[in-house]
């Protein structure tokens, strides 16, 4: 039976993902329980572009995927049969008239549309019928659908608007038409492109619980656009449309290191809106932005994306929104230019509010200072209610620490910020009581990292601990794995490594969500298995590559943020960093077995890594910032920069293969080779199996990265176990040594060593963070260092996706990806008892889940449908492996072929879930 873990440890994101879990085993029990209950075999979890119905699709040729439900033994898809087409009642009859497929045979669950050219403005119903493993059909029990957006930009019939005001002026502007519809609504969509955030209003009401929408691009160069379904919200007669714009990204007025306040996009934030109405006469009209709206300041005086946010409710114009209201006072809007070429759609999870957090304690000074304590480190805003005279101003200081006087300390995470004069103060918001009973304050353009919340007020207020709450917010991706075993520090810790993962998820992945906010590419690529073991992040990391597209030089240069306004092309921006470009690709390609980003990043990661060669010919470089933020020790950043070299062309010769370009494969593996050889002719010492002074991280990462001989890898291997026990067993690595290090020891024979340095406790360690009562991970290993102190950093979370590859061993199968064949690896390490790990891959969801007792060792396993595992287990001498009371060799026939090679048992197994035993 699955466990549920501790709740706990559970972020609510994953509540979902958990009760999905607890229906699965309530399956598992009914298959192998006496009443053996009916199979229900059905197509599921039909999806387009890696969302559910989702609107506003702009691909030409959309992905369809789904899944197979069937619990038996052996499950698999035969066939399918896709139906596609405009009309529902046509399609659910297995008529179309968009795309049949015919049944086409095979187990493929990620097709591309191949069928007539998509229409914009268009739904389209879809059905899949799946065929099981003994050819019976098996159809959907409801139809999907996906609806195209605008497709062209040429589609677009609104105009580009916004006030005549400057970048420099303060209040967010609101925008406003009133109309008038004369008939029946059948339907309404909204399709909203803006350079800034802004926030839709229909007749009053907001529209959607998206937050800070768009994402945040390179503006100049791709624009991003959002639809909804708005049909609630209108009615025939009388209208109101209102938008309220955010500066965001794209009218910095905040001032830091990052010179982002001169970015060479910046402007007044600007819209351009098609709210097209489909009546039930088939007739379309499209309400548009242009001349005929009006605007006005709003209460929102000041907001900045980097700082905070200041509201005046004494400038509330109630009802602004509404179509009684009148606009008389308000302003003109002029047009402006398109902010860029590209609008596409914003094809992706949004930001959300996604867990709400009530404040756990509170301290009050006196009657106008209290301070608010959220029990957990969160990215996300706080939400404040209260009651006063107007003009009451209160100032609410976010930070992650206090003084030994149980003030807010902002000193760790201000360090970069530059202000001008003291009207911006940092992660504070200003909030002036508009007087007229309880009022409610949350921003709507910025977010902080916090979890103390100092509230001061220029007069006298009474506050409890139900007045203020925290919003932990982030990209709302679906949760996809759990962890838990024996040891409740490290289920803390993959629970905190999963806060810092999606604290610093913003539509693009970020360092921290309070100091930079930036899309550090280094800390990206190392947490991008972490994020990918736990949640379902393609989306995201679909569009932070475009974004990488849109801001890689022509001669390949990449920057080490990304978005950015121009820094960073000069700094940090070596392979260790941004070699982005080639392991995020790849590693969706592993994960979701979708060559589509790979080969959209083609032409992309080759202009990089041929700038690289370039510029090193010998096939050595010490282009990087190296192991960043270290122990102690540091490593020479020619190895680590090319280490990273080396997989970035890695990376690249295997997709040129699978792209079927045969050059360039026999060119960039020959290179590989190359650098392999520089590599070790100049670090490695063949006598003794060293590398350079044989350091932790100097060992790992040829280790990890494939640069080591096979003849001298467990030499290598034994090497970096021993240095760890000189090390006193504690890690003496920085940013790179951190990715490398557990793999290198896992993967090389010493299990047991790298549980010892992932369950350490005591300084230097992830555990040491923990049992200080981190919620989150911290940017140094002291946890009173005195400089990089964020304490809501992921670059260090390869931990977290460590648990599943080894202590789960749970890795995707590079011959069959996307767990197609799932490669099940675990590591049975002497000091932890138990262990439980699933992840839900495109087939489904997968468990490894093993406990030791006295006498033996019990190991559960479930193969999704349509999916097959490879298994290797590590059996001690003088025990067997048994399953269903049976030693394995004459057990089941879904147990195929079953080898040995030393100490190593490698078998095969079906779809399905199966119980084993070592004694
Ligand atoms: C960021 C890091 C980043 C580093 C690169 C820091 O300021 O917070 O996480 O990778 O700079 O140098």
Known sequence: MIRINAADIKPASSLKFVLRIASLSLLFLTRTGALQAQVSVAPTDLQCEYLTNPLGIDAANPRLSWRLSDTRQGARQTAYQLYIGTDSVAVSQGKANQWTTGKVLTDQALITYAGKPLQPFTKYFWRVDLWDKDGRNAKPASLSSFETGLMNARNWQGSWISDSRDVTIKPAPYFRKAFKL?????????????????????NGQKIGSHRLDPMYTRFDRRTLYVTYDVTAQMQTGNNAIGVLLGNGWYNHQSTAVWYFHEAPWRGRPTFCLDLRITYDDGSIETVTSGKDWKTALSPLIFNSIYTAEHYDGRLEQPGWNTANFDDKAWKEVIYRSTPSETIVAQTMHPIRAVERIPAKAIRKFNDTTYVFDLGRNISGVSQ???????GTTLRLKHGERL???????LSNIDVH??????SDPFQTDIFMLAGRGPETFMPRFNYKGFQYVEVTSDKPIDLTQASLTGYFMHSDVPAIGTFQSSNPTMNKLWWATNNAYLSNLFGYPTDCPQREKNGWTGDAHIASETGLYNFDGITIYEKWLADHRDEQQPNGVLPSIIPTDGWGYEWGNGPDWTSTIAIIPWNIYLFYGDKKLLADCYDNIKRYVDHINEQSPSGLTSWGLGDWVPVKSKSPVELTSSAYYFA???????????????????????????IKAAFNAKYLNKETGLYGSGLQTELSVPLYWGLVPDELNSKVASNLAKRVTADNDHLDVGLLGTKAILGALSENGHADKAYTLASQETFPSWGWWIVNGATTLYENWPIDAKSDISMNHI???????????ALGGIKPDPTQPG?????????????????????????????????????????????PPNSTATVSLIVPPGKTIYENGLPLASSSKAIRPVERTGKVQKFQLQAGTYQFKLK
Do not use: C
């Open 182 to 202: 004369a008939k029946k609504i059948r339907s309404a969509r909204a399709y909203v492109a803006v350079a800034g955030l802004y926030e839709l209003y229909i």
């Open 384 to 390: 404040i209610s209260v009651t006063g005279s107007a």
């Open 403 to 409: 003084y030994d006087n149980g003030h807010v300390d």
């Open 417 to 422: 910020y530059r202000p001008t004069d003291k």
């Open 648 to 674: 970035d062309v890695s990376i690249l010769a295997k997709t040129a293969k699978l792209l079927g370009k045969q050059t360039d494969y026999s060119y960039y593996s020959a290179l590989a080779a190359r």
């Open 795 to 805: 670059m260090f979370g390869e931990i977290g996706a460590w648990l599943y590859k």
């Open 819 to 863: 767990f197609k064949n799932v490669l099940l690896e675990p590591m049975f390490v002497s000091n932890l008892d138990q262990v439980d790990v699933a992840h839900t891959g495109p087939y489904g969801t997968i468990r490894s889940a093993w406990k030791r007792t006295a006498t033996e060792l019990s190991y559960d396993i479930v193969v």
